[in-house]
């Protein structure tokens, strides 16, 4: 037998989390519970977030958009903001699993999870999102790109949760792209990914663009050389793969079950491709 | 339900529909029983090695821990197998691959189960293991079965026709490749599960998700020792066999158990992980081919050599090799062949029966071999196929003589007439940016039946109940392919009787009669053929009863109408339930023996085999896919697919689409994702986030148009098709990559990563 907790409001969270403080905090568990099942994880006891209201929906908040940690995958994709302002996220959340995962997962798990496989995380990285973290002790914001410190691993304190995620609408942006590569057309765990957030000057020069890769490095990986290659640039074909060169040597993909290192390598720098208007 | 006679060649819904979508039908995992223990095995971990010592005392005093037996508790052989008797039901000095079972342990529940097992310690003294083809090749390498006359090779055997390999330098042309295709497993959503029980009379009942119940009882019978008759097997629908349940699973090993619970009922399910470590699986192969030609395409020699990785086990591995080879020309007449083949042992998982049997690797090479011949002498890639089709009087590349339906080329002739054939250009030439479309085509056949040497035989049983009621008693599994279906329809049309008057009794070796296997595409071919003379049994008596209860001395002068017999000549009736009731026990049940007829002069050839070569009756196809690759990512997408198939005459359109649909699907994954990974015999893909089949959102709408043949032996026309079909994906699927300009791929799946680098090297032969 284990425990299980559901709380319901902060006092009651902070409380649990005293008392066992060896429990595994979750919400969703579509990765916890697998990991569970196949003895990777042992959790003594589980404390779980989705019954509490403060970590629940999305708002509107000025210029930013914020979406609580407990927020299922599902939940985002029929949200009305999301549609209308972060078309990038709601394209990989499409992706996603499968709509039992979507139901079942969210967007607090996805990040605190840490996977460089994570779907959500490319956008959030491009939309330059900010975690915000409580605990008793106070609340912190800390950026997305320095709250995940490697593979499965984050800056979670101890003692501490992930109650939301906070993203600028990119007011700007005129292309969103995000593209997935993976064993199959659903269920399926990331290859390589690509997000993309572009602003494009009617006469068809990049003013200005932000991309994140997943599943090619530790971490959600970056290619700054060509974001700057491709600034200033028209969108041709010619200009995208001398940009494509960049981003294969920032990347640091590995070999595994699923495809080589030299493939992740060679995709990363082709998605940029896609990015060729119709 | 329809309250008119089922007719043949009409839609027919599955009776077992409605019980199936409520989800009340109880498959064999849906059975518990009261005071329930579970029973799991320990396995070895390792994939080759010599035991040491099995220590279960910390296990066996774990509270809740009923027993821990080890190999030198099975009584019998300790032995089972199929042909073969080489597999121990507990393994007592050796294991020969990571799945072997060394211990198993019967507990009060399952948490209490997976603690017992792991705290059994097993000390083996680990072998070299034997992990490749190559390895097993070696005459220097470590014996899986030290008696095994043949070493590490279960069977090596030959196929010859005409002059042979020699006819190749008759050719005007020779093509020359190899082909390599991954190790494949069933994936049903049913894993292997069963309940067993021992009765107060001493018998043990097991309710098994099994394609093979009477088969299941003579396994138990000879690895512990029992009497045959001391042994029930109950065989409820399967959620999904495709031959992965042909053969003990659980069978023996619950037995077993049940031999020690004291009368309760045992159960052992396998999880996901488990099914895929120790459950049977398609052979991984590797097959070299040399065909040769005349200039103007037509087919003059073929030399292959096909290496068949069967694992640690025989099960049925000699037997699909030779139904491989026996395909391994096609669908095509060449007159000279030589065909050799290699079915080795290996530390890998124990290879068996699959869906297409060893057919769906050949099909891969002779198919791409086709093409590339075509490609090569500049042929039409239909046209080279029409060319060479087998038709009735031809003989096949195994050098049997076509005397039967033979609609290969009624297939051809179907797709040269489809819109999607010819308007492929059109189609390619919209590949949108980055995309590149190509059509691919394949011709495939598969055999129907066991084959010579192994009589494929079903007894039919019929009964009319006291209340004019009929009950089919099956003796083979229904695993989803339908044929309890067929055998309501085909008694429905047979009787003249609704849907709604006949019951059905699903596989119990104490209830119905030994019917053979759900296996070999022959279950509606064969039961249906005892069936529907049962049939005309039970008509005879009906109306033979009617004549003397209606005074009327002529039996045809008598008709038999749903739920009566009439005398048309009168108007005068006699209701099926007054009728019945005169009936006595005897005379209520009709029993039929069907046996399928054999190639009656075989081929001096393929002498190695002992039985289940070579076959009569065959299925043919014609597969068209039209695909798409992303030049970015090596993506491969199906993008519309069409299936010409003949399988005699369609009884129920709406249950062969869906096999063919199903069997398309199946063969979609395999040459497209499926790939079961094993390194030092140990699975690396062992759940199904890491061995990928394919989803709705992968696969497209499926054609499946049937090029209708009428079989003269078959059940109103019938052959089997539950097989063909998987055949055609694959080589289809990598003609058509080659067609959109990618370099020829040999080894399966098409991954993208594959596609990709194909499509970088650009266009070969």
Redesign the interface.
């Known amino acids: 037998m284990r425990k299980v907790f559901l709380p319901r409001d902060m006092a009651e969270l902070w409380s649990a989390m005293a008392d066992e403080p060896a429990a595994r905090v979750y919400a969703g568990g579509t990765d916890l519970l697998v990991a569970m099942r196949a003895g990777t994880v042992v959790a003594p006891a589980l404390i779980c977030l989705e019954r509490l209201a403060e970590l629940q929906g999305v708002r509107e908040e000025g210029e930013e958009i914020w979406l609580g940690a407990a927020t299922t995958h599902a939940a985002l994709l029929s949200n009305p903001l999301v549609g209308r302002h972060l078309p990038l996220l709601v394209q990989a959340l499409r992706t996603l699993g499968s709509p039992p995962i979507r139901n079942m997962g969210t967007i607090g798990g996805n990040i605190c999870t840490a996977s460089p496989a994570g779907d959500t995380l490319p956008p959030l990285y491009v939309l330059a999102a900010e975690v915000e973290l409580q605990s008793p002790g106070g609340r912190r914001r800390l950026p997305l790109r320095d709250f995940i410190a490697g593979p499965g691993q984050t800056r979670l304190e101890t003692g501490e949760i992930l109650t939301g995620v906070r993203v600028r609408k990119p007011v700007d942006a005129n292309c969103h792209r995000f593209e997935k590569i993976g064993q199959r057309q659903a269920l399926a765990c990331c290859i390589v990914s690509m997000a993309a957030l572009l602003t494009v000057t009617p006469a068809g020069v990049v003013a200005s663009i932000r991309l994140a890769w997943g599943s090619v490095g530790p971490t959600v990986m970056e290619a700054p050389a060509a974001e700057a290659a491709l600034t200033g640039s028209f969108m041709t074909r010619e200009n995208l793969h001398r940009a494509a060169v960049f981003v294969r040597q920032a990347v640091a993909p590995i070999d595994d079950i699923r495809a080589s290192a030299a493939y992740r390598r060679e995709v990363a720098g082709n998605l940029l491709l896609r990015l060729l208007p119709g | 339900m329809t309250t008119r006679p089922p007719k043949i060649g009409r839609d027919f819904l599955r009776p077992d529909a409605p019980a199936k979508a409520a989800g009340v039908e109880k498959y064999a995992v849906d059975h518990y029983g009261e005071n329930l223990l579970w029973a799991g095995v320990r396995r070895a971990g390792v994939p080759h090695g010599l035991i040491r010592r099995v220590d279960a005392a910390a296990a066996r005093s774990l509270p809740g821990v009923r027993a821990v037996l080890t190999g030198g508790d099975v009584p019998g052989t300790n032995r089972q197998g199929i042909v073969h008797k080489d597999q121990p039901v507990l393994c007592d000095a050796k294991v020969r691959y990571a799945g072997d079972p060394v211990a198993l342990v019967l507990a009060a529940d399952r948490e209490t189960l997976r603690r017992a097992l792991a705290l059994i310690e097993v000390d083996i003294a680990p072998l070299p293991g034997v992990f490749t083809i190559d390895d097993a090749l070696n005459h220097d390498a470590p014996r899986l079965h030290e008696d095994h006359p043949g070493g590490n090779a279960l069977l090596q055997a030959t196929i010859e026709a005409g002059d042979g390999a020699k006819a190749l330098a008759e050719c005007d042309v020779v093509v020359t490749e190899t082909f390599t295709v991954p190790i494949q497993a069933h994936a049903f959503l049913e894993t292997e599960n069963g309940i067993a029980r021992r009765e107060e009379d001493g018998r043990i009942v097991i309710i098994v998700s099994t394609q093979a119940p009477f088969r299941d009882r003579w396994e138990v019978s000879h690895a512990l020792g029992l009497p045959m008759d001391g042994i029930r097997v109950i065989a409820p629908y399967l959620g999904g066999g495709f031959g992965g349940k042909d053969g003990a699973t659980v069978q023996c090993l619950l037995a077993l158990a049940a031999m020690h619970a004291d009368g309760r009922w045992v159960k052992m399910w396998w999880d996901r992980e488990e099914s895929f470590q120790a459950g049977y699986k398609r052979h991984a192969a590797r097959l070299h081919y040399h065909l040769g030609a005349k200039a103007d395409g037509t087919l003059h020699a073929l030399h292959c050599r096909v290496y068949y990785d069967t694992g640690a086990y025989a099960h049925l591995g000699g037997e699909v090799m030779a139904l491989g080879m026996e395909h391994a020309g096609g669908p095509y007449r060449i007159p000279h062949t030589r065909i050799e083949g290699w079915c080795l042992y290996t530390n890998n998982p124990v290879a068996g029966a699959m869906r297409g049997f060893g057919v769906m690797q050949v099909s891969f090479a002779f198919e791409s071999m086709m093409d590339i011949l075509a490609a090569r002498l500049r042929l039409d890639p239909l046209e080279i196929r029409r060319k060479n089709a087998l038709r009735v009087g031809d003989r096949n590349s195994a050098g049997v003589l076509m005397t039967s339906s033979t609609g290969i080329g009624a297939c051809l002739d179907a797709i040269a007439d489809h819109p999607l054939w010819k308007d492929r250009a059109v189609w390619k030439a919209a590949a949108g ?2 995309k590149r479309r190509g059509v691919g085509l394949a011709a495939v056949f598969n055999a129907m039946g066991y084959g010579r040497g192994l009589p494929d035989t079903a007894v039919a049983k019929l009964e009319i109940t006291p209340t004019g009621r009929f009950v089919v008693y099956s003796g083979v599994a229904d695993m989803g392919q339908g044929n309890a279906t067929a055998f309501v329809q085909i008694a429905g049309a047979a009787l003249n009787q609704e849907e709604g008057m006949i019951d059905l009794v699903q596989p119990d070796t104490d209830r119905t009669l030994p019917s053979g296997s759900a296996a070999a595409s022959r279950t509606t071919y064969t039961y249906g053929n005892a069936l529907i003379r049962a049939c005309q049994d039970m008509r005879r008596r009906i109306l033979g009863r009617a004549s003397m209860l209606l005074l009327v001395d002529r039996l045809e002068d008598l008709g038999l109408l749903p739920g009566r017999v009439r005398h048309p000549a009168t108007g005068r009736e006699i209701p099926l339930a007054m009728l019945a009731a005169t009936l006595t026990t005897p005379e209520r049940f009709c029993v039929y023996q069907y046996l399928m007829p054999v190639v009656p002069d075989p081929p001096a050839t393929g002498k190695a085999f002992k039985i289940g070569f070579p076959h009569l009756l065959f299925s043919y196809g014609c597969h068209l896919a039209l695909v798409e690759a992303d030049e ?4 491969t997408t199906v993008r519309d697919y069409l299936a010409v198939t003949e399988a005699g005459r369609i009884l129920n359109p709406q249950t062969s689409v869906q096999q063919v649909q199903g069997a398309i699907a199946q063969g979609i994954g395999y040459a497209l ?1 499926e790939d079961l ?1 094993v390194e030092g015999g140990i699975v ?2 062992d759940d199904l ?2 061995y ?1 089949i ?5 696969l497209p709408d499926i054609r499946a148009v049937f090029a209708q043949a009428y079989e003269e032996t078959g059940p109103f026309g019938m052959k089997g098709l539950g097989e063909v079909a998987s055949n055609g994906p694959l080589p289809a699927i990598a003609n058509a990559l080659a067609d959109a300009g990618a370099a020829r791929i040999f080894r399966s799946p098409l ?3 594959r596609v ?1 680098a194909s499509l970088q090297q650009g266009p070969g032969m």
């Open positions: 940016p980055n970015l990512t090596g993506e994702h990974q690396q893909t986030g890491k990928i394919p989803t709705a959102l992968d991954t993208p990563e990709l």
